[in-house]
């Protein structure tokens, strides 16, 4: 079967994977990126975007078509069940985006996407990778090209199958697919995992209520739970499950656009979200008129114990992950996609030698152990609180930002990072 041959072939297409192609395509170089859904998620996970990224995003001009589907937030307050006990001000950071933008994961991704086909590179869809093999200064990807047929006589459904299997030969892989990384997984590389897992439920729904300028945590004795104010008369509940018969596998996120009515189970589920709001929140007092979209997932605290070797890199939810609140796994895999962007193009095509990525690895791990905590974590002060004293490292994965913006933030809460 005939070879197809590119410089770097990225494996998956959410949106470390689609900022990744994008650097790499607009800075000359030949890409390929697939991945194994049929388009981007309809919905999202990851609904946050810090303002560190946003300068990131900024410097390729893509800051202003996203501040138009999302909601600026720049407070985070902390609460114990009806206790306002801390907040943080993102508006205290200063810069040109001194706050969190809030957006759905697929408007995210569209704007990526029409970015990616304007640096001349379509994603393609319906294609998972299978396998690898190193050669020489060359990586040899196995992929399998997705199609559907319709099976059953009676209740007829639709199977995924493999129409063919063909190989790419690239410079450079880089897997960017997520926490069941299959490249990790062929790479060998273990993760060490720090905690978890924890199970949570994330319900969407319209309000007549009064809809908050800010992020609500709620850390009570044994769960971690958020409101987050999305844009209109919308919100969304994540509630951390105390006991759950979910598996410890993530599931697929949902790809349609739509969601069709069941007015019985939505009943149910309206009235659940009002009596569990209620009871870890006694303040929550806006009617929950209808649900738009629920889903459950699971987190674990890992770190993969490299973040690639050779010829093959990895960036995002597939070398780390961190629990939801914060977003700092999908934030910081942006800037890691950037930074391994430019350093395979300093190797392509300025002759940097393949070691320079050494770098990437050993300033991921430090990042990383110290975002969950493996290192330093956060310190308390003589005048600190007791109640964020107490919560000090729940809080850590609560805060949206990395880096010096996670220092200043943490030191309006009396901590040291």
Known sequence: MREE?????????GPVGLLTAIQ?????????IIDQEARTTARSYACALHPRTLK????MGLAAALLEHGRRIETISFYDRELRCAEVKLSALGGDFPFLLILPQNAFEDVLEQRLRKAGVTVSW???FENLQEEGETVVATVDELGGTATGYIVPHWETVVKRQFPIRARFLVGADGQGSLVRQRLGIEQTRVAGPDFFAAYEFESEGKSEEEVRVVLGDATTNVLWPLLGNKF???FQL???EGTSEFPQKERRSVRFAQPTVDEEIRQYVEKVAK???????ANVKAITWCTDVVFEHRLARQFGRNRCWLAGDAAHQAGPVGVQSMNVGLSEAATLAQN????LRERAPLESLDAYNREGQEEWRRLLGLTGGLRAKADTTVWVKERRARILSCLPASGEDLSRLAGQLGLDY
């Open 24 to 32: 790499l395509a607009e800075a000359g170089l030949e890409v390929r």
């Open 5 to 13: 041959q590119v410089e770097v072939l990225v494996v998956g297409a």
């Open 279 to 285: 009871q870890r929140a006694p303040w929550f007092s």
């Open 236 to 238: 969304r509940w994540t």
């Open 126 to 128: 319906n294609h998972r």
């Open 242 to 244: 105390v006991k759950s």
């Open 56 to 59: 990131l995003l900024d410097q």
């Open 344 to 347: 395979l193009r300093k190797i």
